[in-house]
């Protein structure tokens, strides 16, 4: 299938009715979460994917805002025919709170005061900001996430998802990020911060007013770009090479062509960034550490989801150790877990921009779909002993049109359709064993989706009990769940 782009797209906002309350103490009222939708969320709201964002970044994922001189953040691998396929997936992506694109942060108006929060702005962690997106996909309707899938900062908050929301997630994609906080990262981002906090024009974080701390935003930003690239990748693009000149200037002026680089990436950075925004999410990261008594095997005990893990070889700011530790610790708990290690001389900016290697890899990872990762567990099941009266009631209250019948722990013996209680009325039936299917088409919680597919397709009927080798009904497949998972080329 071609690839390409979602087109023009809009920013939504969704104001939360209660208050946030806070890991750090306190709540934050009147919360805004701006973000971004793309594709169709399917009738069984299960193919919904969450798309987490990194430190700079924002909801603005794919496609075009009006005016755009380029896409979104992540267009090369969001939109139809590429892995986050908006032929087949809801794609989800909402700004993190202290943020300053839409979403509640310290430049907002703190509703107590009428002014800009600054530093009144409450301390905020990981842990917050995926408090708050999980608000906004209870806002939408959705009880599961198909996968939540991120890179660096968005990397914490995927692997946050899976150990605040264990049952929410289903498939869980962290990218160069890690489960906890490195000092040599801590130091970075401290680095940065002074930088903000010692230009006068910083002022406590009071400057909305006035002027914005340019200079220290703009060192920040450069001192995080250099952890960013790696020294194959610097080389390669800046070598020794001068900036507009032929010989050194012997003074302190721009020499180096990396050194323009560096500071037209903080020049540009002040102009769709905010000072104490860097200061907040910063010190959110620093606070991150999943690990639990010590151990990280201790904090991921209660994790569900299955798990695609993926580094950069030439990644030294979340190196690849950090996410085999990962790998280490999901395996020691039993759960399914995949790592992939890009190659790739781009560093960490790597998960931003090798096109092929992240297409090929997640792609690969989300078509192989089992039926227990679609399927619904919660079924509606009646006993043999119900009469037909009850199945009728127990349809309309469910809303479903399809009851397994089970007898002896859950053992299914048949099926009962809306058509069946129809016909039964006709016929002046009145005990279900009259009228149930009991020669059930059923699919087992590790069929791959395409064969419940096809077996649903070949005698046309739409759903199939899933038994374990017990026959003991764990779930129920519909094609809701999965008419636009299947691959279409």
């Known amino acids: 299938m071609k690839k390409e782009s979602v087109g023009l797209v809009d920013t939504k906002y969704y104001n939360l009715s209660d208050d946030l309350k806070l890991v750090g103490g306190g709540r934050l009222k009147e919360v805004t979460i701006a973000y971004e939708t793309y594709g169709k969320l399917n009738k069984e709201k299960s193919n919904a994917i969450l798309v987490c964002h990194a430190l700079s970044g924002d909801a603005h994922v794919a496609g075009w805002h009006e005016g755009d001189k380029k896409p979104g953040w992540w267009d090369i691998i969001v939109g139809p025919g590429k892995c986050l396929d908006t032929e087949k997936y809801f794609i989800i992506c909402s700004n993190v709170i202290g943020g300053c694109k839409g979403s509640t942060g310290p430049y907002s108006i703190n509703p107590e005061t009428g002014k800009p929060y600054g530093l009144d702005f409450p301390i905020i962690t990981i842990s917050d900001m995926v408090n708050a997106q999980k608000k906004l996909i209870d806002h939408l309707g959705i009880n599961q996430l198909f996968a939540v899938v991120g890179g660096s900062m968005g990397g914490m908050q995927v692997l946050q998802w899976c150990v605040s929301y264990p049952d929410m997630v289903r498939l869980a994609i962290p990218i160069a990020t890690t489960a906890h906080s490195a000092p040599q990262q801590i130091a970075f981002n401290e680095v940065g911060r002074q930088a903000i906090i010692s230009d006068p024009?910083?002022?406590?974080?009071?400057?909305?007013?006035?002027?914005?701390?340019?200079?220290?935003?703009?060192?920040?930003?450069?001192?995080?770009?250099?952890?960013?690239?790696?020294?194959?990748?610097?080389?390669?693009?800046?070598?020794?090479?001068?900036?507009?000149?032929?010989?050194?200037?012997?003074?302190?002026?721009?020499?180096?062509?990396?050194?323009?680089?560096?500071?037209?990436?903080?020049?540009?950075?002040?102009?769709?960034?905010?000072?104490?925004?860097?200061?907040?999410?910063?010190?959110?990261?620093?606070?991150?550490?999943?690990?639990?008594?010590?151990?990280?095997?201790?904090?991921?005990?209660?994790?569900?989801?299955?798990?695609?893990?993926?580094?950069?070889?030439?990644?030294?700011?979340?190196?690849?150790?950090?996410?085999?530790?990962?790998?280490?610790?999901?395996?020691?708990?039993?759960?399914?877990?995949?790592?992939?290690?890009?190659?790739?001389?781009?560093?960490h900016d790597a998960f931003l921009l090798e096109e092929g290697q992240l297409n090929y890899i997640i792609s690969g990872f989300l078509s192989d779909i089992l039926v227990e990762d679609v399927m619904t567990g919660e079924v509606t099941k009646i006993s043999e002993e119900a009469s037909i009266d009850e199945a009728a009631k127990m349809m309309l209250e469910n809303k479903v049109t399809h009851l397994p019948v089970v007898a002896d722990g859950d053992k299914l013996i048949g099926i009962v359709t809306a058509w069946d209680i129809s016909k039964a009325v006709a016929l002046k039936c009145s005990k279900l064993d009259e009228i149930m299917t009991k020669e059930v088409l059923v699919s087992n919680p590790d069929d791959i989706i395409e064969i419940a597919a096809e077996k649903m397709n070949k005698y046309n009927i739409s759903s199939l009990p899933v038994v374990d080798d017990n026959q003991r009904v764990i779930g129920i497949i519909t094609t809701d769940h999965i008419s636009t998972l299947i691959t279409r080329d």
Do not use: C
């Not at 690239?229 to 000149?245: H, I, T, V």
């Open 201 to 347: 024009k910083w002022n406590e974080g009071s400057y909305y007013s006035g002027d914005i701390p340019k200079d220290g935003l703009s060192l920040a930003r450069m001192i995080g770009h250099i952890t960013y690239l790696s020294y194959e990748s610097m080389y390669q693009k800046f070598g020794r090479r001068l900036q507009d000149k032929e010989k050194y200037g012997f003074d302190f002026s721009l020499d180096f062509q990396v050194e323009s680089y560096l500071h037209y990436q903080g020049e540009s950075f002040v102009k769709r960034f905010d000072a104490n925004s860097y200061l907040y999410i910063t010190k959110a990261m620093d606070y991150f550490d999943l690990t639990k008594n010590g151990s990280l095997a201790e904090g991921f005990k209660d994790v569900k989801a299955k798990f695609l893990v993926i580094s950069v070889n030439s990644d030294w700011l979340y190196p690849p150790a950090q996410s085999k530790e990962i790998v280490m610790a999901l395996t020691a708990n039993n759960i399914e877990v995949r790592y992939h290690e890009l190659k790739s001389p781009y560093g």
